[in-house]
């Protein structure tokens, strides 16, 4: 169980569509943004509402010119989820936007002409009850002409980190952009100190945590394309998290947003931060004893049970008898393929013995059939109903073909069930 960091609770949303906590003891939300021109009134529509039937519980929108927030005007009432305007130099966007009914305002102070300004931002969403997320991203926080003085000046700070000046920076940066909020009785509050390091992203997020009590947007900025994204985001990400640090995440991906939200709620499942909706696959990489194309078994057992399951039913996908049986026992359906077939059980029971094209069709039946049987009462998720043995010593079974030809054990696929040891 990770016992997370203590932090202020903001609010975000209204009557008409709910709200979302940060911080406190909310759950970790997950943000997303639209990636089409926010003047573009009804592609912007269809992309906040896809994102959200995706699991985005905010989405942000970038508004550059007048023509996004006047569009704002008409988008907000169209969706049912918060929107955040991402706003960079011009104050006065903040403002339309405000006026316009977004819920959250992005905002670094450091790129908005003067202090006056960052203050009738704040007057503004003081007088409506909206937070505002202070970004100190390491690509933006960073005076151009002042960088040479200001790293020789800080990078002492934390002479021990390779990102030392950096780091220094972003604080500096962040307890000065905190006063002008401070003095102007603002707390609802959300920070962000993004990088594209992984490493920094970790150092930044934990030295802001020991400093400051509000919640922390975590992200790693410019991640790249998804494929290697995901690994940059979710290492550094996961670190926080499972120390207790983060209140609300984005991963940004060089892609279609929609797989951001995918893997930001992925993330959350696996660190027990979220409660999981719909299946939880997994699935054996395969190895030289594999005797059906489990990959593409995978994918489309994976493709079916997105549509059809919302519970998280457990499955377990194994290409053969020799882990399977142990790394299956958790499962709430499992199949142990082998020959050209495969064997399914539901909760320990098996319940079926079918050829490789069937295989697809007879899991996923088994898996709507025990869902609806949870639904009813009739069963439970996770309960270990019996321990499946593989045959012993497995140290010895090899590949297991020799004692399945030697006639020691049962082949997969044959008449008779391994063994089945009742607990
Ligand atoms: S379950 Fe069998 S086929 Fe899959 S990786 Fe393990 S040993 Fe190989």
Redesign the pocket.
Known sequence: MIQRRKTRQVTVGDDRIGTVRIGGDAAVSVQTMTAGYTHDIDATVAEISKLAAAGADLVRVAVPERKDTEALARIVPQVRVPIVADVHFHFQRAIEAIEAGVHKIRLNPGNIADRRQVEQVIAACKDRGLPIRVGVNEGSIVERKDKQRRMKELGGVFGDNRHGHFLAIMIAKLEEYLDIFYENDFYDIVISAKSPDPMLAIAAYTEISKRFDHPLHLGVTHAGPRETAMIRSCVPLGHLLASGIGDTVRISYASDPVYEVEDALEMLYCLGLRERKGVDLIA????G??QVDLFTLVQDIRNKLADEIELPVKVAV???I???PG?AEGADVAIFAGDRRGIIYVQGQKVANVPEEEILDRLLEECRRFEAKVKRGEAKLGEKIVEIAPPDPIGELGSGFSRIAAGDVEKVGGTTDLTIRQT
Request: aromatic share 0%; with cysteine; proline share 8%.
């Open positions: 054996c990489p395969t190895c004893r594999i194994m290409g053969c020799v882990n399977g790394e």
